[in-house]
Nanobody
Framework: QVQLVESGGGLVQAGGSLRLSCAAS????????VSWYRQAPGKERELVAT???????NYAHSMKGRCTISKDNDQKTVYLQMNSLKPEDTAVYYC?????????WGQGTQVTVSS
């Protein structure tokens, strides 16, 4: 059973940093891309970053230069290091993976950035 569990969210002041974690299980983690998405209230879910099996990465424009996605294949965990956070980064952040043509999402972790 595929499981994605996010953690690390919280309240941070503008300009601060957070590191989100996504613990994965139930699929061949090292062979699949894993992404971070976020969804603010009243807005559609948007892609933040993706890390690919070979550890190449892709970033959405919204946070490019302010976040770093990484992974630990042994721990089966994907991280999102976020720096220089802005109030507009406030959202629920979700971990996503695709396995056997199915989409899997974590429960989300809340990130709130205060002014």
């Amino acid at each position: 059973q595929v499981q994605l569990v996010e953690s690390g969210g919280g309240l941070v002041q503008a300009g601060g940093s957070l590191r989100l974690s996504c613990a994965a299980s139930g699929f061949t983690f090292s062979m699949r891309a894993v992404s971070w998405y976020r969804q603010a209230p009243g807005k559609e879910r948007e892609l933040v970053a993706t890390i690919n099996p070979g550890s190449s990465v892709n970033y959405a424009h919204s946070m490019k230069g302010r976040c770093t996605i990484s992974k630990d294949n042994d721990q089966k965990t994907v991280y999102l290091q976020m720096n220089s956070l802005k109030p507009e980064d406030t959202a629920v952040y979700y971990c996503y993976a695709r396995w056997f043509r199915n989409d899997y999402w974590g429960q989300g972790t809340q990130v709130t950035v205060s002014s």
